[in-house]
């Protein structure tokens, strides 16, 4: 179980930084070209990156504070109560849902810079 909370911790790491990739492209891409539509839609992306970064951020801090009472507990009793795995397996799905609509979100956005190049 520790590993694989380990596991989210670097997976929701590795979507704030791609975050922050995809921020700097925008701030990129705003330099380069300023058009009114362009420019909507980079508020737009921009409110949606904060909006994800909270989440992330928010849950990140939920895992690591379930991951310290799994440490402290353990080295009292090494036996994992019913609740602790429920929140493990919620703490997973969550993981495991915001990482892959992170990839769909992260494939639309790469498409609309793309787009806002050509």
């Not at 989210?8 to 300023?34: G, H, P, W």
């Not at 989440?55 to 990140?60: A, D």
């Not at 504070?65 to 493990?88: E, H, P, Q, T, W």
Request: proline share 0%; no cysteine.
């Amino acid at each position: 179980m520790s590993q694989e909370i380990e596991s989210m911790i670097r997976t929701l790491d590795f979507i704030q930084e791609e975050q922050t990739f995809i921020k700097r492209k925008l701030s990129s891409l705003l330099e380069n070209m300023v058009m009114s539509d362009v420019l909507v839609w980079a508020e737009e992306l921009h409110q949606q990156i904060l909006n994800r970064e909270t989440v992330v951020q928010l849950l990140k801090n939920d895992i690591i504070k379930f991951r310290n009472n799994v440490k402290l507990k353990r080295s009292v009793n090494n036996i994992m109560s019913l609740d602790a795995v429920a929140l493990f397996k919620k703490y997973k799905q969550q993981v495991g849902y915001i990482e892959s609509e992170f990839y769909v979100w992260k494939h639309k956005t790469n498409e609309q810079f793309e787009s806002s190049l050509n």
